[in-house]
């Protein structure tokens, strides 16, 4: 009996020191974490900014990283992790992606490719964000017709076709120009060459 008893004071004491020693495995899992180094961005200035056709989420053309600004904020992705900004100078903290608004997330990956709207001051985007998204100016704007942004980058190809065909045409004309300078030039000197032949002969 006296035997049993120290075994199990044994195996108590054992089990204690485990406990000790290893911590709980949630706990472990909770504190795994992977800091990702965020690169750092200086813009000395405040930037052009450009809206994103088909959304109200805005861009800065002339800054090499990826920084969007949207509902008053800077967002700015990098390997798979967001951070947010309430100014374009910093300092960015990390976001978890479902604080990303979806409207930041959805932006194509082409987003700088293709025809854009005219550059607007950072300082007028600032302001009246809230007014033209309310007003869906942009949208206005796009429809519209006037002859901005992204209606300026479709006449400049069309300009630019048209351009094409006239100078395809002046080429096409001088090609032809050539050949019937040419003909006429052989047709004249085999007349000539008859009508002198003529002469000699009848001398």
């Known amino acids: 009996m006296k035997k049993h008893a120290l075994v199990a004071i044994g195996i108590g004491s054992a089990l204690l020191m485990f406990s000790l020693v290893s911590p ?11 800091d ?26 002339d800054v090499e990283a990826d920084v969007f600004f949207y509902h008053g904020y800077w967002y700015r992705p990098h390997h798979g992790h ?7 100078r910093g300092p960015w903290g990390p976001i978890v992606i ?9 932006v194509p990956p082409g ?18 964000w809230r007014t033209w998204e309310r007003d869906r100016y942009w949208e206005k704007r796009r429809h519209g017709g006037e002859h901005r942004g ?8 069309e ?34 060459g008859e009508h002198e032949g003529r002469e000699r002969h009848g001398r």
């Not at 709980?24 to 992977?34: D, L, R």
């Not at 750092?40 to 994103?52: H, Q, R």
């Not at 479902?98 to 409207?103: D, F, I, N, W």
């Not at 992204?150 to 190809?157: D, I, Q």
């Open 24 to 34: 709980p495995i949630s706990i472990a899992e909770v504190n795994v974490h992977v």
């Open 36 to 61: 990702v180094a965020l690169p750092p961005l200086i813009i000395p200035a405040p930037p052009g900014m450009v809206v994103i056709p088909g959304s109200n989420v805005y861009f800065a053309p």
């Open 82 to 88: 967001w951070y947010r900004s309430s100014s374009y």
């Open 98 to 106: 479902t604080r990303v608004p979806r409207a930041v997330i959805a």
């Open 111 to 128: 987003f700088r490719q293709g025809p854009m709207y005219e550059r607007v001051p950072y300082r007028d985007v600032r302001k009246n």
């Open 150 to 157: 992204l209606e300026k980058g479709e006449r400049r190809g």
């Open 159 to 192: 300009r630019r076709g048209e351009h094409e065909a006239l100078e395809r045409g002046k080429h096409r004309d001088e090609k032809v120009g050539e050949h019937r300078g040419r003909e006429k030039g052989e047709h004249l000197g085999e007349e000539k």
